[in-house]
């Protein structure tokens, strides 16, 4: 088996800073994805990465940023934090690209701008 | 308009009991996939069962089984022998193409469970 971290778990950030979210996976997967939950609605993709080096852009990419450092470490940055913006950011990684190949998913990272 | 449906936003149910969480979805594609997966209270988002637009088997794993209506668009999550563990929010995904290395992950509103003991 094997398991995604993320780091921080709780983020507490200022309107229009910068702020990095952090996702490891030891399962030697070569696709990764950083998704936004919001109360209330689904997961939607924002960036994702076909293998090392690689950034692909999802649905929801304006205002973020991505880097794919290495293959276990995927990270993704609020280029500019919203006032009150509140929402779960999930890591996932899978073995492949493909419809067929289940993600797994880290804990989450929860993000409050004051 | 919302292409990933879960009526229900919540369930309840008596342990031992069985559920139906339905799933309705729009796609033009022909290949697709559709997944449910299971966000628990520790953050943990897990994989239950997958379904291929191709497939015509009827997929289970374990207490888990899906009733796929293609010609419907509709995609049901079938848990039996309900237990409390099982209570948390259950997600319909759809995973659909739309160019080389592109694709989109669409997922539902999510269905919180409640199991009852």
């Known amino acids: 088996g094997g398991i995604i971290t993320q780091t921080p778990k709780f983020l507490i950030g200022q309107e229009g800073q910068k702020l990095t979210l952090k996702c490891q996976q030891n399962?030697?997967?070569?696709?990764m994805y950083w998704y936004r939950q919001d109360s209330g609605k689904g997961l939607r993709l924002i960036y994702y990465?076909?293998?090392?080096?690689?950034?692909q852009k999802g649905d929801l990419s304006e205002g973020y940023d991505a880097s794919r450092e290495k293959k276990s470490s995927f990270s993704l940055t609020v280029t500019s934090a919203q006032k009150n913006e509140m929402a779960v950011f999930l890591c996932a990684s899978s073995p492949r690209l493909g419809g067929d190949a289940e993600q797994f998913f880290g804990p989450g990272t929860r993000l409050t701008v004051l | 308009a919302e292409k990933v449906i879960q009526v229900w936003s919540t369930a309840s149910r008596q342990e031992g009991e069985e559920l139906t969480l339905d799933c309705s979805y729009e796609t033009s594609q022909v290949l697709y996939h559709l997944f449910w997966y299971k966000h628990l209270l520790s953050g943990e988002m897990v994989f239950l069962i997958r379904?291929?637009?191709?497939?015509?088997a009827k997929e289970r794993s374990g207490r888990y089984s899906v009733v796929f209506q293609k010609s419907l668009k509709s995609i049901s999550l079938i848990i039996s022998a309900l237990q409390p563990d099982d209570s948390g929010k259950y997600f319909c995904a759809l995973w659909e193409p739309y160019d080389t290395n592109a694709y989109k992950v669409i997922f539902g509103k999510g269905t919180h469970l409640h199991v009852l003991p």
């Open positions: 379904q291929t637009s191709s497939s015509t």
């Open positions: 399962f030697n997967h070569d696709t």
């Open positions: 990465s076909i293998t090392e080096n690689d950034l």
